[in-house]
């Protein structure tokens, strides 16, 4: 029989972005129900915002505390949570749910401090609740692919990891009022002191550790505002060092004229490179020393990664959103497999957890205590 | 209220592959509601399809002419159905629900012979029933978009269409009973006379007059079969001759060695020309004469017609199946207007239907006709 | 000790577009000083085309046939003739420079009508003189490596071959005195009938022979004039039948708008396919069924062919002019050769000679005559 | 009257490469008689390559400076010399020929240390001789076309420059003796302190300055070799700062597996962006904010520069030996100009010259100082 895990969602009401994703995400694969919000902050709003979704009134609710603590104590209380709202609510709403024992879906970052993230963390460890966090990119099958291969060897030994992210979207000052998503990532009391660092950054740099395998030690970090009155910064270039002798750069930026969502990652091993671009998914260049490049393509290539993430055979393109559904996949894998006292299938592990999103916070602090010194070379 | 469509839906059991994209398509809007099916002409598979779908036992049914009549006669009886079988059920099983007052989501080709097809065009006027068909790349925004730029006069007057699909699944002889999808494709009894030219030719046709708004009046054709035994075309090449003077090639192959799914359409004006590919569905090739290519972007364009079908911002790559969804979401709007007794949004009026079935099989018929001629120029 | 190739020109004067591409094609790789010529059918547009290139005044001809009797009986005569006049005199021109027993190099079409394309290849034999005919494309060293996967049987045996050759220039009427090329390729008395099929038609044509080692034949073809008031075609469409069961098509077009010269091949074989764009020439897609695309690339391909005709490593792109000087390399070898008494080196071989000029007529016969018959299937 | 240049050349005999690609831009575009030369320090070779070469054998020199003696004494002596050398012998044979009154064409670096190359360049304009330095890229004609179309304001005002050259050719220990060039590339006596710094780390840097108009006050440089064994770096990576505000990254690498010659370069303006490739000179990617990619093509775009660097119509790709030659040609105006006491045409003012050369110097020896002190920001 065809099992549906009950799902909540805190954030994503009307004017919202990211939260109308999640929704689409989780019934891509048909594993979740959806049947419990707080959608916004405003009352108002989330009250027709849960009817306009077909929510059950009574599970519409107007605050998310109240909404953890009545979920909680309902035989058909939720699940699971998604939590998809401005930044420096991840942490507080987080906490209310896996203290209520509800397993956590999170956007990036996790936290807006290193103290915070590793407290929820330690939380979810503490109370045996996933906490899993919406790196989007990492469920694509060719990154999952180029994971496997790295891991396999066919690089050889990795000696330098390009990352870039570059969009331009905020390339012009936009006056506040006019774009929901802008107003509260341009505000560091919401979404924290790093602007495209948190926003885009930390993405990068979940892609490059997911990817390579491999964590610096140290970085270097110039941050960077171009546009007048921005409070965050926009453009940012860090160089970073590995303990086994590879180097790595990650560049970012949203002020990139022309840019669409240019995330790119290209890594070079002393036997051959892997480039995996994210506007055309359903490829990844392997090339040898010398050698011609291979054009692998979702579909064609033999591996069980790959393969477990697709929906579609070769040739049939799939995009940002499958990749987002993905993760939903995986995790309520993760969490029927703990309902059903199993292990879960291989492909799920990989979706990130608590533990990633304490790095990306780490990377965040160590980023920006570089660049206030001038690029030193900083810990991470 | 949020208000979904009671779906049901025949083929697409375990082993099929097109019925759960279908389904997954169904989905990911949030329009329709899943409540019936016939999903085998097996029963066993049939009725175990079903449960691991979580579909109530009841309307588990084994017999799509019994599923109509049951369902016409529930008050909460499906409202439309998807067909989904191999060809030769199309006709048959599209007339049992038009019959029942039942709307028709149906798989191309809309019928075996061009008799055939006629009558279920006329079955549906008659029962005042939408016949959808699900020429899937019509649903892609960048496809709308060349649409509404050869309408708005972009390329001048149109002097050369050129439409290819190319695919390599069928380029080595398959053993029967490997691959359910290749055996009732290669048996002419239950795919038609026509393999490739059924199979794939027709979707090119119909995007080439979907984009164009021409449709040809004479065509030569040459069909060939390069696998040895096949008893119907893998390949074949068309000329096509326009009333306004347009002159069109026409190319489909599923024994192109290393094509994955390359549909691909150019069309020339005097003004300028248009590209898409199929595999590069985010975007769209604008160039005029003597001048420099634009590559115009998904999320970039200003029409209401891309906009209207995309689901994320551009740089966030969207395919196959959001294009599929597009269609579900729209003939949701087709039938939801009908239900609210307004008129439907402009882009939902986008929707192949079943007049656009009739000329896929008359194209059929031509082809088959002039390549038995030799290639001689045939009307159609 | 060097010793350079004593080389004369007929045609290419000032105002002639052709002519110098021939002359620095024949410098690039210095084996060729021009010593003679008679640029123009204008006496002072020859002397003063002569004056500018430096030209000894007293071989700076006004007269073709003069030149051939004069430099024929000088101790230091031409021993090569380059031939870059429009098309009809291509023939006459030929014809003298052989008769005073001079090698020749010409410009494609070898003659206008068949007869005098293989009374020139008779002559030629009869001389013992080399009749070079510039098809330029097979001088790039990928073109001349996909010749050798195909031959030694990397595609398997060949199923299908597209080739397609695209310009814009003249999708707009051209004024006449406007553009000299244009002028003449225009007026069927000095271009032939054919317009498009001669000019880049023949090419097409050419490559298909070139890198699939095969001749078709018969054929069908639509031959078509979209611009009011040419007297030529400037579109055309052909299907090919091969002995061996393989078959083609090619589309060659003049007023294909925002195509600068998309001369494209695509060979597909039972085991893989190829293919090779003309704008892209430092490279090569090969793909076997059902796997990935190699890009091949020059300089990193393994190949005698291609390292002979390349100058510059990898990544340092090569372009039209060295394929144009590739063939007057070679074309140097075998004449060089010859004075050796030794065999020349085996690459030489490639250039094409009166024979695929002959055959280039006769293509553009039959296409003209199944074109005038409603494109019936035509022997050639 | 045709007038070519009397040109010697120093460097450049068998085995070597660059001095090929010298001889055969020479010729391209005619300007130039190669007379006199010095191939080689070894006297066997250097006469045996005179030979090759047809070169007179009085004026096959054994030693550069006894050449630069003769040549200036003779009536017919040499006007200019083309210094093909390893980068050690940049330096004394250039002060040997400007002290005999002969310009200069000079592979970069213009030399080892900066107070030589100063000295250099005073040296020429002391003698009002040319001293021209090959960086080849900057003879592209689209990168001519994107310097006039910054220069325009095309990208509003520049925020950030990103330049990367990646090679794969020292990604693995060769062994000495195998390859002429890695060796004396890889030998600190010969080559200076910078490995892939100065080989190709300065055409990035002299790229990024000829496009944008902008020179960076201060650096952050991070030098690394991978290979064990290696003197000098084959890896950097650079932070550029500008007086202007402009932020700029350079990354460049001879152990990038899988990279031909990946010399690429994006602006990002206020407006609008610019990519070029060089393993795809033929065409510019230009997009403004929010809006369509454009591809500019060599032959379609509408500049003097564009236009005045291209020998054959758009879709004929050129190359790097045109982009090679266009130097030449422009050097030859320029003494040509001198000679006929007339101005210079616009373009050839482009040509790099030993003000550039010691821009490249200084941008070595800050990187080097930067990289020994950890990165940290350093004037230059």
Redesign the interface.
């Known amino acids: ?4 895990l009950r799902l909540g969602m805190v954030g994503g009401g009307q004017g919202a ?1 990211i939260g ?2 999640h ?2 995400a989780a ?4 594993h979740y129900e959806l049947l419990a919000a707080a959608l916004s902050a405003d009352p108002a709003n989330a009250r027709s915002s849960a ?4 929510l059950d009134p009574a599970r519409a609710y107007e605050d998310y505390a109240k909404m953890a603590q009545a979920e909680a104590a309902r035989p058909d209380g939720i699940e699971v949570v998604a939590i998809t709202t401005p930044n420096h609510l991840h942490a507080p709403v987080a906490r209310a749910f896996l203290e209520a024992g509800i397993h956590v879906i999170c956007d990036k970052p996790l936290a807006l401090t290193l103290a915070e993230g590793e407290e929820l963390a330690r939380l979810a460890r503490q109370q045996r609740r996933l906490f899993a966090l919406t790196h989007t990119y990492s469920g694509y099958p060719m990154v999952r692919h180029a994971r496997e291969l790295v891991a396999a060897g066919a ?2 030994e990795l ?2 990891v ?1 990352v870039e992210y570059l ?3 905020l ?2 000052p936009i006056p506040p009022g006019q774009n929901k998503q802008a107003d509260w990532r341009a505000d560091p009391a919401r979404s924290g002191r790093a602007g495209c660092l948190g926003d885009i950054g930390t993405h990068a740099y979940q892609l490059a550790a997911f990817i390579s395998g491999q964590l610096p030690s140290e970085l ?1 970090a ?1 941050l ?1 505002s ?1 546009v007048p009155g921005r409070l965050v910064d926009d ?1 940012l ?1 860090v ?1 970073l060092r590995y303990p086994g ?1 590879m ?1 790595g ?1 990650l ?1 970012a ?1 949203q ?8 995330l790119q990652i290209r890594l ?6 892997l480039i995996f671009r ?5 490829q990844l ?13 979702r ?3 033999d591996s069980l990664a790959a393969r477990h993430a697709s ?12 990749a987002f559904a993905q993760l939903y996949a995986d995790i309520a894998e993760l969490i029927t497999a703990r309902l059903e006292r199993r292990e879960p299938g291989e492909h799920a592990r990989l979706v990130p957890m608590a533990r990633e999103g304490v790095r990306g916070v780490r990377f965040i602090e160590a980023a920006v205590k570089s660049s206030a010194a ?4 900083t810990a991470i």
């Open positions: 029989m065809k099992r549906r972005f109308a994703v929704r689409l019934r891509m694969d048909d009817l306009a979704l077909g690089l050889g000696r330098y390009q969009q331009d979207w390339a012009n270097a110039e960077h171009f453009h270039q160089w002798g180097r750069s560049n930026s002020v990139a004229s022309g840019e669409e969502n240019r070079y091993g002393d036997k051959a490179s994210q506007e055309e998914p359903n260049w392997l090339t040898p020393i010398g050698g011609a490049s291979q054009r692998l393509t579909g064609r290539v929906r579609v055979p070769a040739g049939h393109p799939e995009g940002y959103l499958e001038e690029g030193a070379f």
